[in-house]
């Protein structure tokens, strides 16, 4: 979760952002940097397309906080005596893949020796002081834009029980190597108050704890959420990823479900990888940034509104 906390250093613009180890330092009235870390377990077959989706993941932070990312450094994990060395070489380039998109290099890294493997990077970028969006920025009387739809994590969990058809297998990757920069841009071109992006916590959790820091409440529109093809229908027959249901857990005691079946509460708590940013606009403006956000290939979609309130969620 990206979570703010206070700090003393005069030079730490915002504070740490516990769970995804990002800050923002100021460098001068013109720029400050953004360091983030994340790394995941493989979520697909193909190494190349892991470390792709990985090193996506592993930059969307940068983008959520209205940055630019500069460079990184790889984080391994891997089992030399169980994995041939040519497929971490795919897992690398997938890497160099993304951030040759991105516009950002890769300056090195480390490896160790890891039973389970793993793959993500260090990444730091560039923002200007006035322009950081953070998980307390929202204001009650926005919109909410969410830029990708949900559903990649009970699309993986088919695809690792061998059960995702494979157009829906195609959506998640697709959707997951999906850079946030555009989304970014979009954010802050519609005057953007307060962002976060959407992994592992889901979009409750993700959004419940923006509200929550943000002194506000959320309404969503259930209609209105996007969701991966076939994602709902996998869910239904019981896809689901024991981190959603934990997302579920977390958030219960603020999140009015409308009436919502089990379902439909845990495909918006999915527990996503590399998923979209959600953030709040000024009220008219969310249509402007889905328009534009289209010309891009992204699904993105007014999901609902913020609230006068003190950290709850309405689902209608």
Request: a negative charge; hydrophobic letters at 45%; glycine letters at 12%.
């Amino acid at each position: 979760m990206r979570h703010l906390t206070p700090s003393t250093s005069p030079d730490l613009l915002v504070g740490t952002q516990t769970g995804d180890d990002a800050a923002v330092w100021r460098l001068d009235d013109e720029r400050a940097l953004v360091a983030t870390a994340d790394f995941i377990t493989p979520v697909v077959d193909d190494a190349r397309t892991w470390g792709r989706v990985a090193a996506a993941n592993s930059v969307s932070d940068v983008y959520a906080m209205g940055a630019r990312p500069l460079f990184a450094l790889n984080l391994v994990g891997w089992n030399t005596e169980a994995l041939a060395t040519e497929l971490l070489d795919e897992v690398l380039a997938g890497g160099d893949d993304i951030a040759a998109e991105a516009g950002f290099v890769v300056a090195g890294g480390h490896t160790i020796d890891d039973p389970e493997p793993k793959y993500g990077m260090a990444v730091v970028g560039e923002v200007s002081p006035d322009r950081v969006l953070t998980n307390a920025g929202l204001e009650p009387g926005q919109e909410l834009v969410l830029t990708k739809p949900l559903g990649v994590g009970v699309i993986t969990t088919a695809i690792k029980a061998d059960a995702a058809p494979a157009d829906a297998a195609a959506a998640a990757v697709a959707s997951m190597c999906r850079l946030n920069a555009p989304a970014s841009e979009a954010a802050l071109d519609a005057g953007a108050t307060g962002c976060t992006d959407v992994t592992g916590f889901g979009l409750l959790g993700h959004l419940g704890r923006m509200v929550l820091e943000s002194g506000v409440d959320a309404e969503l529109e259930f209609g209105s959420v996007p969701f991966l093809p076939g994602a709902v229908e996998l869910a239904r027959d019981g896809m689901v990823p024991g981190g959603s249901r934990r997302n579920l857990a977390w958030i219960d005691e603020r999140l009015d479900s409308g009436g919502h079946d089990e379902v439909s509460r845990l495909l918006l708590a999915d527990a996503q990888t590399s998923g979209g940013l959600v953030f709040g606009v000024p009220a008219g403006e969310g249509a402007g940034v889905v328009t534009t956000l289209a010309r891009s290939g992204h699904t993105a979609a007014v999901i609902g509104r913020t609230l006068l309130g003190a950290g709850s969620i309405r689902v209608r």
